[in-house]
């Protein structure tokens, strides 16, 4: 089987073509960004054609995309109408009591100011539902239609519908949606029940109405793009990785662009999982380093951890879906380094991007970055960029570093270029220990993994500094991301809230909805053509004690709902809870909030192929011998130091060498640093193993 994987960034697209007989083709190609699809689709006639295949042998099409999480942030999305319950016209406007200045009266808050729904666009209807699901007040469809109608003539392109409780009884919300229907065909419809169906009213409305913010123009996009590739014939369909690391068909995506917002991030954490698998370490830890941004992530086992419901957001918009839990910071192989009118040496998160870029690319860009300190300190050397076809000065890069840091400083130009890169380094170790040792986790039980073009300079610093045992870089670390879409399979995760207690369950009322959420997940992906045989349901419950505000996610057993599978919840969620905080309550009672099943979807993965075996001298890989500054850990004063550079391709499986050294590759270098051992495993990752493990 061939099946191909597409992430699409801001700045390049990869695109990895993987075939079942061992054969791996890469490619990376500058993204379209006015129409993402031209770049996807002409970049995989480009990696087609270097394969030697043609597009319509391609089975099966995978694809990360930024498109909704671009039109957020940019604030560029559709005119957006609302219709809600009357008495809630504002509660868009007041959103939570958090505010970025608790004790200020005069801020600008961003959700106000970048406003989803104009208040004129929002809109009130007579209806009420209690929190029981039972109604009040009966759904006014004469108020209906003339709020239909005053939208459709101000030409909003979509319209949310959030009424409250309607996560408990959908039944107006479903009825606005058919007026909706017949007064304004083709409008893009948003409902809180379909695409936010669990208690937080705020939340709740702001998914909804984010929803429909990007809704046409991500389903545009998806649309466009699945055209083209059923008229190219590239798979039977298009599929696209969600913020829970799951996979929906195009139709899906469609429908519910809102679940795409972090899509390419958590691709680059599921292909972080899969090479740690491959390699015999599961439990990983994933530093993916871009030129802007830095995405850590943390999956204990392999497993993916899921933000909690009021956490995630993007932008400055409430997101109430699922999405794993990776972190972005400003750190990159552009961070501009600087020293400020007070003297402070900081680095980022500016970033000199890709134009003028660092100053050692020659475009015009003055300022020193951490890509020009690593040149000054010998580790990208002037013809290791994308293999000697990006040509790179390095006078130029020493000229910013010693004018604009060492000079002001008072320090050498070394010790300058190794401070640019310690602060950056220490950047990301402090977001590693964020995730990890302040959650509950031990990051000498993980393996670091490097990806990204930058991610393999920075990792063994870092390992060294966490005492993680052991950095895995990957056979194409610039593509790991595009290599995670190959890994996961079809989900749909489905939620609804319950709201009982571990004393006195309400087993029953727990019992009909999951069999709800059960025979809905399925419906779906029967829809999708998955076969019955292919699938599983995963339950989930968020729990909390009596009192506390917010819930932690736990994994529930499978079988007979009855008062037994309360206890296992609730001994469960005693055990995540004393992981998280440090501190558990046996004797306390545990509120069931929301209750989840997870359909899955069964997809073929891919299997990392082994490389031709070798001894355990690498010498044969050795291409030149530079010049390069280390220290000593522990150690302020750096020192040059006689170090191999060696060719990636030419390792082979069971190479063994110690650093300092360099591995040079067309999409990454890597640094292994003083006294760490490097090791080149059965499947062709670099295993590096700390000076004093």
Known sequence: MKRIGVDVGGTFTDLVLWDDDGTVTVHKTPSTNHDPSIGTMDGIAVLAERAGVDPSEIEMFFHGTTVATNIVLEHNGSDVGMITTEGFRDLLHIARKKRPLNYSNYQDLPWQKWQLVPRRNRRVVPERIDAAGNVLVALDDDAVRREVRLLRERGVQAIAVAFLHAYRNPVHEQRVKAIIEEEYPGVFISLSSEVAPQYREYERFSTTALNAFIGPKTSTYIDNLAGKAKAAEVGDDVHLMTSAGGLVTSRSAADVPVSLLTSGVVAGLLGGCAIGKASGFPSVITLDVGGTSADVGVAPDGKLRMKHLLDTRIGDYHAMVPMAEVDTIGAGGGSVAMVDDGGMFRVGPRSAGATPGPACYNR????????????????????????????????????????QIAERLGTSLEQAAMGIFTI??????????????????????????????????????????????????????????????????????????????????????????????????????????????????????????????????????????????????????????????????????????????????????????????????????????????????????????????????????????????????????????????????AVGHIIIERASA
Not at 370 to 392: H, I, N, P, Q, Y
Not at 460 to 467: R, T, V, Y
Request: proline share 5%; with cysteine; charged share 25%.
């Open 424 to 681: 950056l380094a220490h950047s990301m170790t402090e977001a590693i220990s964020l995730h990890s040792v302040r959650k509950g986790y031990d990051p000498r039980d993980f393996s670091l993994v490097a990806e990204g073009g930058a991610g393999p300079l920075f990792a063994w610093q870092i390992a060294e500094q966490l005492d993680i045992p052991r950095v895995i870089v990957p056979g194409h670390p610039g593509i790991t991301s595009a290599v995670g879409l190959l890994t996961t399979d079809i989900r749909y995760e489905v939620p609804t809230t319950v709201w009982t207690s571990s004393d006195e369950p309400d087993v029953e009322l727990i019992r009909t909805q999951i069999d709800r959420l059960s025979e809905e997940a399925t419906a779906q992906l029967r829809a999708d053509g998955v076969a019955d045989e292919d699938i599983t349901l995963e339950r989930s419950v968020d729990c909390r004690y009596l009192g506390q505000g917010y819930e932690l996610r736990v994994a529930a057993p499978d079988g007979e709902i009855d008062a037994e599978w309360v206890k296992h919840v609730a001994e469960a969620f005693h055990e995540v809870h004393g992981r998280t905080y440090s501190q558990r309550f046996d004797d306390k009672s545990v509120q069931l909030i929301n209750v989840r099943v997870t359909g899955v979807g069964a997809v073929p993965h891919v299997r990392v192929p082994e490389i031709e075996q070798g001894g355990a001298d690498a010498s044969h890989a050795i291409k030149a011998t530079t010049k390069a500054l280390f220290w000593e850990r522990g150690s302020t004063e750096p020192a040059w130091h006689e170090t191999p550079v060696y060719r990636r391709e030419e390792l082979l499986a069971g190479n063994t060498f110690t650093g300092p050294a360099i591995v040079e590759q067309f999409d990454s270098t890597t640094i292994v640093g003083l006294g760490q051992r490097a090791t080149i495993d």
């Open 364 to 403: 015009g860009g003055t300022e020193p970055t951490s890509t020009d300190a690593m040149v000054v300190m010998g580790w990208l050397r002037e013809d290791s960029f994308l293999s000697g076809a990006m040509t790179v000065v390095p006078q130029l890069a020493e000229d910013a570093v010693r004018a």
